[in-house]
């Protein structure tokens, strides 16, 4: 197999993984429907960014490692899925929901005295609606990071990488500039496929407008995430008391 052979080949092979509805289309709608069609996209990038880390290091060898300290890739799978249920927990809206009520309640007992004082309530509801609103855009940064995150702990992509990147190198081409290549053509073909997503994801989000539409759908890629983190750890187990 020539250099361009293994490009082309693992390049269909990618290209099908990437169209593949998983972790990382649910992590780039929910940034993209939330925080709006940059933060969706910056998401997908940082989701690429940890692709071409599971690239480099198949390359280079993690398979062998993993062979021979297999309790390491465990305890990064088991990370991985406490990092969902993490997730989870910020997708379905429940922190936010708690740090809302502990809010409201601090800041009304903060109010009580100077009610007393002034007979007003119009700046205590004026305060209360705005401890409830929704939190406010989180940096595109973040939402890279989350989306490294997402990917760097993600088992189905680490299992791809140790199984596939091996079959790929060519002799005569050195493992890292093999392992580069591969990584950014799964790249370039997942950064535009999840793009459309979070363009598509922004643009409905725009047209629902209903506040309790937006909360399902949180509760909904919620569950999501804890189901897979869920289905992480169990696998774990399961593979250490069979």
């Not at 997942?190 to 539409?213: E, M, P, Q, W, Y």
Request: charged letters at 10%; hydrophobic letters at 50%; one cysteine or more.
């Amino acid at each position: 197999m020539t250099y361009m052979q293994g490009l082309l080949g693992f390049a269909v092979l990618a290209g099908a993984m990437a169209m593949v509805p998983g972790l990382d289309m649910v992590m780039t709608m929910n940034e993209a429907i939330h925080y709006g069609r940059r933060n969706g996209i910056m998401a997908g990038f940082g989701i690429q960014c940890g692709v071409l880390v599971w690239a480099v290091a198949a390359s280079l060898g993690l398979a062998a490692l993993i062979s021979a300290f297999p309790l390491a890739y465990d305890i990064i799978r088991v990370i991985g899925g406490m990092y969902l249920f993490y997730l989870a927990w910020s997708m379905s809206g429940m922190s936010d929901w708690a740090k809302r009520k502990l809010g409201v309640a601090t800041k009304q007992t903060e109010m009580q005295p100077r009610e007393a004082a002034d007979d007003s309530t119009a700046s205590t509801e004026s305060v209360a609606r705005s401890m409830i609103a929704p939190t406010s855009r989180p940096s595109l940064f973040s939402s890279w990071w989350r989306g490294f995150l997402t990917d760097f702990f993600n088992p189905k992509i680490g299992v791809f990488y140790i199984a596939v990147i091996p079959q790929f190198l060519v002799s005569g081409v050195g493992n890292l500039q093999m392992g580069l290549s591969l990584g950014l053509i799964h790249a370039i073909e997942g950064g535009v496929i999840l793009t459309v997503v979070a363009c598509a994801a922004a643009t409905f989000s725009a047209k629902l407008t209903s506040s309790r539409g937006k909360s399902i759908l949180s509760i909904v890629t919620g569950g999501v995430m804890a189901l897979l983190g869920g289905a992480t750890i169990l696998d774990v187990v399961r593979s250490h008391t069979a």
